[in-house]
């Protein structure tokens, strides 16, 4: 085997698929050829989770930007934290989710949904019960 041989066998391409492109014309039941495959996947993203997360206090809201870092969306419910905790968590979700090229969005009163760049938010949810 040549130096030649082992290069082009190296990238996938050698003599034997001249020959089976030569039989194609002939016999359509030949195998393909011994070496890497040319098929390439379009499919890049698996399955994505979906995370929801009730936090306690502020020191939470890093764990929720580690799931936005691991690109996974958060549900994050605030009803569960004093209205000064609540806010300092979605300023600092705010941040996090602006640094990632995601997004933000507000679900209901106390609920938001924070996204990451490969996950894309169509549509809007209008309040239905407006305060007096």
Same mark, same amino acid.
């Given at each position: 085997? =040549? #130096?030649?041989?082992? *290069?082009? %066998? @190296? @990238?996938?391409?050698?003599?034997?698929?001249?020959?089976y492109?030569?039989?194609?014309?002939?016999?359509?039941?030949?195998?393909?050829?011994?070496?890497?495959?040319?098929?390439?996947? #379009? !499919?890049?993203?698996?399955?994505?989770? #979906?995370?929801?997360?009730?936090?306690?206090?502020?020191?939470?809201?890093?764990?929720?930007?580690?799931? #936005?870092?691991? !690109?996974?969306?958060? /549900?994050?419910?605030?009803?569960?934290?004093?209205?000064?905790? %609540?806010?300092? *968590? /979605?300023?600092?979700?705010?941040?996090? /989710?602006?640094?990632?090229?995601?997004?933000?969005?507000?679900? %209901?009163? !106390? *609920? @938001?949904i924070? =996204?990451?760049?490969?996950?894309?938010?169509?549509?809007t *949810? =209008?309040?239905?019960?407006?305060?007096?």
């Open positions: 085997m =040549t #130096l030649m041989n082992r *290069i082009m %066998g @190296f @990238f996938g391409v050698s003599d034997e698929e001249d020959l492109e030569d039989d194609l014309d002939t016999d359509t039941t030949t195998p393909p050829a011994k070496g890497r495959s040319n098929i390439v996947s #379009l !499919h890049t993203q698996k399955n994505i989770r #979906l995370v929801l997360y009730e936090p306690r206090a502020y020191e939470d809201a890093q764990e929720i930007a580690d799931n #936005l870092k691991s !690109h996974r969306p958060v /549900v994050v419910n605030l009803q569960r934290v004093r209205r000064d905790q %609540g806010m300092r *968590i /979605v300023d600092f979700l705010s941040g996090t /989710v602006y640094a990632l090229g995601g997004n933000i969005q507000k679900l %209901g009163p !106390h *609920i @938001f924070c =996204t990451p760049a490969n996950v894309d938010i169509q549509g *949810i =209008t309040e239905l019960m407006q305060d007096d």
